[in-house]
T-cell receptor, first 109, second 112 residues
Framework: QQQVKQSPQSLIVQKGGISIINCAYE??????FPWYQQFPGKGPALLIA?????SEKKEGRFTISFNKSAKQFSLHIMDSQPGDSATYFC????????FGAGTILRVKS | DADVTQTPRNRITKTGKRIMLECSQT?????MYWYRQDPGLGLRLIYY???????NKGEISDGYSVSRQAQAKFSLSLESAIPNQTALYFC???????????FGPGTRLLVL
């Protein structure tokens, strides 16, 4: 069973719009929640990460919102650009990194 | 990430063949990992190694084996390849911080 559930599987957003990807987890031992970005033909790379002691972290146009009581976290991409088109993976770390299934984002120009 | 290299980048093989995928890193990290990526399933951990003498199975180790030849080298072998091992394979490394992982460019494997 998947320990980290990610939705949607794919997402199409207009340039300038907001992209939102959601993840949920069950294991309360997870203590670190990164998001990875993967471009075609490349390996995933760390985009932004959060720890459960904060509810939000922002880096440029990318924001993680974290709801500890609901065991959910989400990635918001503001002012989405065609260059943001990629696959995004949420993940959770306890003693190993566990990945969500991924979201393919396409930003239309 | 050029600090983590994988060879080959693409491989086509036949059912029953033994193949090896290689990973090298210049990041000086002790911890190395092998994942496979399948559409709709994300990245799943095959094996991981915290140092040269430490090898651990991940969630999908059946049909795979690994060798940690040195701190910088970690190889994945498919003893007898089967078609459902067709996937994208990634090597990753991490340091003592162990939370952030750095991925190689991947090997695309097709088993006929």
């Amino acid at each position: 069973q998947q320990q980290v559930k990610q939705s949607p599987q794919s997402l199409i957003v207009q340039k300038g719009g907001i992209s939102i990807i959601n993840c949920a987890y069950e294991n309360t031992a997870f203590d670190y929640f990164p998001w990875y970005q993967q471009f075609p033909g490349k390996g995933p790379a760390l985009l932004i990460a959060i720890r459960p002691d904060v509810s939000e972290k922002k880096e440029g146009r990318f924001t993680i919102s974290f709801n500890k009581s609901a065991k959910q976290f989400s990635l918001h991409i503001m002012d989405s650009q065609p260059g943001d088109s990629a696959t995004y993976f949420c993940a959770a770390y306890g003693n190993k990194l566990v990945f969500g299934a991924g979201t393919i984002l396409r930003v239309k120009s | 990430d050029a600090d983590v290299t994988q060879t080959p980048r693409n491989r086509i093989t036949k059912t029953g063949k033994r193949i090896m995928l290689e990973c090298s890193q210049t990041k000086g990290h002790d911890r190395m990992y092998w994942y496979r990526q399948d559409p709709g399933l994300g990245l799943r951990l095959i094996y991981y190694s915290f140092d040269v003498k430490d090898i651990n199975k991940g969630e999908i180790s059946d049909g795979y084996s690994v060798s940690r030849q040195a701190q910088a080298k970690f190889s994945l072998s498919l003893e007898s390849a089967i078609p459902n091992q067709t996937a994208l394979y990634f090597c990753a490394t991490s340091d003592l911080n162990r939370e952030t992982q750095y991925f190689g460019p991947g090997t695309r494997l097709l088993v006929l």
